[in-house]
């Protein structure tokens, strides 16, 4: 008779049951935390969505469908902080260049250059809130530090950063940036410093000068990092509130600098409108979804490896 022999089934020793059961148990508790304090938030800020909840009434028995995203798309104020919002990530390619450029001076062996990188990245590990108050001293329209400096250099008195519709922009745009210069510079050093030094030598037995060097050599290189600051500040940067929270007077003049989040908590907090909020998150999250998920989609095209 042909055939293959059946091979008898392994039997698990006790240690090793023991072990799959630890290794089953160190899995399901992130698993559980995944649930508990991940999706099942996400499910009822949708569900919540497509509801008139105000916190102390039922979410049931408010239930309005697909009105609150009607009205959403028809909301003006919406419509202007998402507006605002992208206005703010014109911060992101300023920051970032900024960031090549530093970290490049500062791949550098010069006396103090640890010193110097701790410095930059001090307002990373700042507390934003602090750091935001502080700012608002900068900025202030009589006493600030900008003004002063204007005033001294030129004989006239500084814009009105924070009350003014334009520069409240501008102001919150350079705070941003000033903000998040360390963490881009931090990572480009560390992009820089796995380039070998073989291909800068080699550029330079061909002919090549400076500008060459960095265009096709630096800027290549270093893609897979600025790749990866695109994606997080592009992210960050349609969650910003605190600033705005903390700098501004209720979103700034004609709710100029408000952005979408500030405008969600402004819905959800200061007027009740908790059900209104949770459609505005869900729409958020998907524009978020939506640009990261591009962004992935293209980086085959620009972001080079050393591979």
Known sequence: MSGKTKQPKHKMS??????????WLFIALPFL??????????????????SKWTGMNSLVDNFCGLQNYINIFHDEKFWKSLLTTIIYLI????????????????????????????????????????VSILWAWVYNYDYG???????????????????????????LIIFMVWKGLGTSIILYLAGLQNIPRNYYEA??????????????????????????????????????FVEVQVMTNKGGTNY?????VYYLYDKAFSNGQLGYGCALAVILAIIIFIITALNFAGQDRWVKTMD
């Not at 110097?116 to 507390?127: A, C, D, G, I, K």
């Not at 897979?224 to 940067?237: A, K």
């Not at 100029?256 to 979408?260: D, I, P, R």
């Open 14 to 23: 006790a240690m090793a049951k023991k072990e799959e059961r630890t290794a």
């Open 33 to 50: 935390g995944f649930l508990l304090f991940m999706a099942y938030p996400i499910c009822f800020a949708v569900f919540a969505s497509m």
């Open 91 to 130: 911060g992101i390619p300023i920051g970032m260049i900024l960031g090549l450029l530093l970290a490049m001076g500062m791949n550098r062996k010069i006396p103090g250059i640890r010193l110097l990188r701790t410095m930059y990245y001090v307002p990373v590990v700042s507390s934003l809130v602090a």
């Open 145 to 171: 530090l900008f003004n002063s400096i204007i005033k001294l250099l030129t004989g006239h008195h500084g814009p009105n950063w924070l009350g003014d519709e334009f520069w409240v922009k501008v102001a």
């Open 203 to 240: 550029a330079s037995i061909d002919g090549a000068n400076g500008w060459q060097k960095f265009r096709h050599i630096t800027v290549p290189l270093v893609s897979p990092v600025t790749f990866y600051i695109l994606i997080t500040s592009l992210i960050g940067g349609f969650q910003v």
């Open 256 to 260: 100029s600098a408000a952005t979408v």
